[in-house]
């Protein structure tokens, strides 16, 4: 069983950055691919924002937050970031960090991701 457990939500200008942290307990963190997903007001499906593969690092991004958004792993401290800059108001959202069934590389697929953070407000004001 993992769990995960997200930090470093909170309130921003438009145009400011924050670093999400996602920290990892109870498996071998090395061994599960990684993503970041958000769910904005109103909305009924979390949107995959970026994974981040299990053996390389290699990432992928959705395109609304490519060149904008960044991911990266520490094996070492069990835990996933995610380096936002430039946001805008349309990112206010719950932001979570979700991690990969041990059988897949990565996945910009909800329902392939087996386990979640409970989430971590973040608020982009105009």
């Known amino acids: 069983q993992v769990q995960l457990v997200e930090s470093g939500g909170g309130l921003v200008q438009a145009g400011g950055s924050l670093r999400l942290s996602c920290a990892a307990s109870?498996?071998?963190?090395?061994?599960?691919?990684m993503g970041w997903f958000r769910q904005a007001p109103g909305k009924e499906r979390r949107e995959f924002l970026v994974g981040i593969s299990r053996s390389d690092g290699r990432p992928i991004y959705a395109d609304s937050v490519k060149g904008r958004f960044t991911i990266s792993r520490d094996s070492d401290k069990k835990t996933v970031y995610l380096q936002m800059n430039s946001l805008k108001p349309e990112d206010t959202a719950v932001y979570y960090c979700a991690a990969l069934s041990l059988d897949l590389e990565i996945s910009f697929e909800p329902l392939e991701y087996r386990y979640w953070g409970q989430g971590t407000q973040v608020t982009v004001s105009s």
């Open positions: 109870g498996g071998a963190f090395s061994r599960f691919g």
